[in-house]
């Protein structure tokens, strides 16, 4: 198995890669000198097509494990569910000495993480991410959080994990969407990354579509890499993580606007199609360069669930976006891949223009 230390300021952690290795978790958990109180919470459908992963815990290696199954859905994804695990893991007699495992896709770690984090004021942590954007970016970096009010991942925490453990074979169950929507998310990162990547991935596309399994590893030890690089530089947003929000605020105000019948990653693919199209506005991309970037999200065209928005809703919304300050909304814009600009502002007709040209491209 891989191993990728990340080197955050707040901790240090490894993240294991490979196929068919979560049988090894009762181990690492030792070998990581964790706790013996074992609290697990995991995504109702992994646990049904992914039974082994409960029952692969050694139990005479722990005092006690409780199990929680999470449905894991944007509307899930609130105080309520939060509450269930700190009532859970009270009715069971959990303190500060506990591990908690969250097994599942982004929405799952992001809320377990966030329980993880205020519970005692922060009990120990482990990510198994289960879904291809939980692996190659949700999992790692630290962010977690739940939606309020009708903004997205508006209260969260910044929290490491004590490791990740990345088993490429949790993969295989994927519905397409959901292969769909971590490509959503791996072509942000050959945006941010570089012309190779770029090229790399639009080359691989069909193959990483259907999990082939060299690319798949690859394409994650590639993400996990370049995440892990920019967390260590920045590791609370105060100005180069902010790249990694490439195409979010567009993303999370389609999601909000279409009332989470989008999924996160296939938003994210229209809000990056939205970017490149600000960029080019703007004159940070001419037309030629535009044509040629538009050409990796153009293999998503037919694959993306939506069917019609609100353009003005959608601004209305962005200007609502946790990152917006005073009535301006911050955009994450690009040159050319690996070159971005932060915190740039437009006008409101730049960015309805935008959004127009983002979502006519998907429909
Ligand atoms: N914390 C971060 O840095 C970060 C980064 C990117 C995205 N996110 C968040 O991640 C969330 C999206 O994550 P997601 O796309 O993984 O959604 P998700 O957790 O809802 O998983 C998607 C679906 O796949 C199912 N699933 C999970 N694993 C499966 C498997 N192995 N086989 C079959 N089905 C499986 C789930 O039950 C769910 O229905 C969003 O809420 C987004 O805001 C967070």
Do not use: W
Not at 51 to 67: D, L, Q, T, Y
Not at 154 to 173: A, E, H, K, M, N
């Amino acid at each position: 198995m891989k191993k990728i230390k990340v080197k955050a300021l707040s901790k240090e952690y490894p993240v294991y890669i490979g196929n068919k290795i979560f049988s090894s978790i009762s181990n690492l958990i030792v070998e990581h000198s964790l706790t013996k109180n074992l609290f697990v919470v995991v995504d109702k459908n992994v646990l049904e097509l992914h039974p082994g992963c409960v029952s692969a815990f050694n139990k005479n290696k722990f005092n006690k494990i409780n199990i929680l199954v999470f449905d894991s859905s944007e509307k899930n994804k609130n105080s309520k569910s939060v509450e269930r695990i700190y009532n859970s893991l009270i009715k069971n007699n959990y303190g500060r000495d506990s591990v908690v495992i969250a097994i599942g896709g982004g929405i799952t770690g992001d809320i377990v993480g966030f329980a993880a984090s205020t519970f005692g004021r922060g009990v120990q942590f482990v990510q198994v991410p289960t879904t291809l954007l939980a692996a190659v970016d949700s999992s790692v970096g630290g962010k977690t959080g739940i939606n309020f009010g009708a903004t997205k991942n508006l209260i969260g925490s910044f929290y490491q994990p004590d490791f990740v453990l990345i088993d490429t074979s949790f993969l295989r169950t994927l519905p397409e969407e959901e292969i769909i929507c971590g490509i959503g998310e791996i072509i942000k990162y050959a945006f941010l990354s570089d012309q190779k990547l770029f090229d790399d991935i639009k080359i691989n596309f069909k193959k990483l579509f259907n999990l082939n399994s060299a690319v798949t590893a690859k394409t994650i030890e590639t993400c996990v890499r370049f995440k892990a690089g920019v967390v260590e530089a920045d590791e609370t947003e105060s100005g180069l993580r902010k790249i990694l929000n490439l195409g979010h605020t567009f993303a999370h105000a389609f999601e909000v606007e279409q009332n989470y019948e989008i999924k996160h990653g296939q938003a994210v693919a229209v809000g990056l199609v939205c970017a490149l199209f600000l960029s080019n506005q703007l004159g940070f991309i001419n037309s030629r360069n535009l044509d040629k970037y538009l050409g990796l999200p153009f293999l998503f065209q037919g694959k993306i669930n939506f069917e019609s928005c609100n353009v003005e809703n959608v601004f209305n919304i962005m200007l609502r976006d946790k990152k917006s300050r005073e009535g301006k909304i911050k955009f994450v814009l690009l040159t050319e891949p690996g070159k971005l600009l932060i915190d740039v502002e437009a006008t409101k007709e730049q960015v309805i223009r935008s959004i127009e040209d983002g979502v006519s491209y998907f429909i």
